[in-house]
């Protein structure tokens, strides 16, 4: 069965870390984009990361600049996202998804779910004190 799953997801005081896994299944995951998305309560579903099939660039939103870190390990057909520092206000659902939109002009937009291939069921992340 072709799938993303994602894994990782905790319960974090503020300043603290976690590092999320995007896991492939059925396909080989490092010939595809791969973006990061996040959903907190009662806010609309937004872009936080995403990375190049087969030449691994990597972009990210304003927010994520310096404190997340996307990365690829092919031979596991994963894709990380450490998070450092995190508030908050990172609070929410993260998502991985196949992303077409990935490239220079990523903006972190989201364009709604039809237009992203493949979906993950998503991992909490919760920060508070």
């Known amino acids: 069965q072709v799938q993303l799953e994602e894994s990782g997801g905790d319960s974090v005081q503020p300043g603290g870390s976690l590092r999320l896994a995007c896991t492939g299944y059925?396909?080989?995951?490092?010939?595809?984009?791969i973006g990061w998305f996040r959903q907190a309560p009662g806010k609309e579903r937004e872009g936080v990361s995403c990375?190049?099939?087969?030449?691994?660039?990597?972009y990210y939103v304003d927010f994520a600049k310096g404190r997340f870190a996307i990365s690829r390990d092919s031979a596991k057909n994963t894709v990380y996202l450490q998070m450092n520092n995190l508030q908050s206000e990172d609070t929410a659902v993260y998502y991985c998804?196949?992303?077409?939109?990935?490239?220079?002009?990523?903006?972190?937009?989201?364009?709604?779910?039809?237009?992203?291939?493949?979906w993950g069921r998503g991992t909490q992340v919760t920060v508070s004190s």
């Open positions: 998804a196949t992303d077409n939109f990935c490239g220079p002009s990523y903006s972190g937009r989201y364009y709604g779910p039809d237009e992203y291939d493949m």
């Open positions: 059925g396909f080989t995951q490092a010939y595809y984009n």
């Open positions: 990375i190049t099939g087969r030449d691994d660039r990597t």
